[in-house]
């Protein structure tokens, strides 16, 4: 069961493009959004989070945009760079009542190319 | 300052056979869990550990077991290995507090042949 759909599976923009990756979930107990960056031989290094309370959040030249109605969410690389060049993945945390303890559940992944 | 540091880096096992990994935390950080990533999906949530005992516990078999010792580090072993479980395990570790950053090291490649 693929609780959280990420999508396009893979990307390729020139340098300076602005990639956009999205996301989907449908269990509206997810309240915590944090992307991570995962380059080949390596694990998973955390990005940025947002919480549903929060519509944009901007950390250097990544941007998450956060729809709650929806149940969307967004990343924009502003100004992407070759070494930008990575596997992208965004997860969900769920409140389930204090029980959730952080079970991060993962999207598919983005494989991104900038190119020179 | 260390982070997630695992070992070992890659393994190889036959089918029906046991395997341990090891996991040892950033400095200050008191929970472990324990994701497998098959090859070109996201990572799955194993279980994890706060306190020496296992808190949540993802949809793996009882072939799936783990540990943490009273110095934060932890073990994931698997028991009667099957082809399915080939994939790269990966260690995170963080704060008690679900919304802290949950910090990976590098993983262990497994291959079962």
């Known amino acids: 069961q693929q609780q959280v759909k990420q999508s396009p599976q893979s990307l390729i923009v020139q340098k300076g493009g602005i990639p956009i990756i999205n996301c989907a979930y449908e269990?509206?107990?997810?309240?915590?959004f944090p992307w991570y960056q995962q380059f080949p031989g390596k694990g998973p290094a955390l990005l940025i989070a947002?919480?549903?309370?929060?519509s944009e959040k901007k950390e250097g030249r990544f941007t998450i945009s956060f729809n709650k109605s929806a149940k969307q969410f967004s990343l924009h690389i502003m100004d992407s760079q070759p070494g930008d060049s990575a596997t992208y993945f965004c997860?969900?945390?769920?409140?389930?009542?204090?029980?959730?303890?952080?079970?991060?559940?993962f999207g598919q992944g983005t494989i991104l190319t900038v190119h020179p | 300052d260390a982070g997630v540091t695992q070992s070992p880096t890659h393994l190889i096992k036959t089918r029906g056979q046991q395997v341990t990994l090891r996991c040892s935390p950033k400095?200050?950080?008191?929970?472990v869990s324990w994701y497998q990533q098959a090859l070109g999906q996201g990572p799955q949530f194993i279980f994890q550990?706060?306190?020496?005992?296992?808190?949540q516990r993802g949809n793996f078999p009882d072939r799936f077991s783990g540990h943490q010792f009273p110095n934060y580090s932890s073990e994931l072993n698997v028991n009667a290995l099957l082809l399915g479980d080939s994939a790269l395990y990966l260690c995170?570790?963080?704060?008690?507090?679900?919304?802290?950053?949950?910090?990976f090291g590098d993983g262990t490649r497994l291959s079962i042949l």
């Open positions: 997860a969900a945390i769920p409140n389930a009542g204090g029980t959730s303890y952080g079970k991060l559940t």
């Open positions: 947002i919480r549903p309370d929060v």
């Open positions: 995170a570790s963080s704060l008690k507090d679900r919304r802290k950053p949950q910090h």
């Open positions: 550990y706060y306190e020496e005992e296992e808190r």
């Open positions: 269990n509206t107990a997810f309240d915590y």
């Open positions: 400095s200050g950080h008191d929970t």
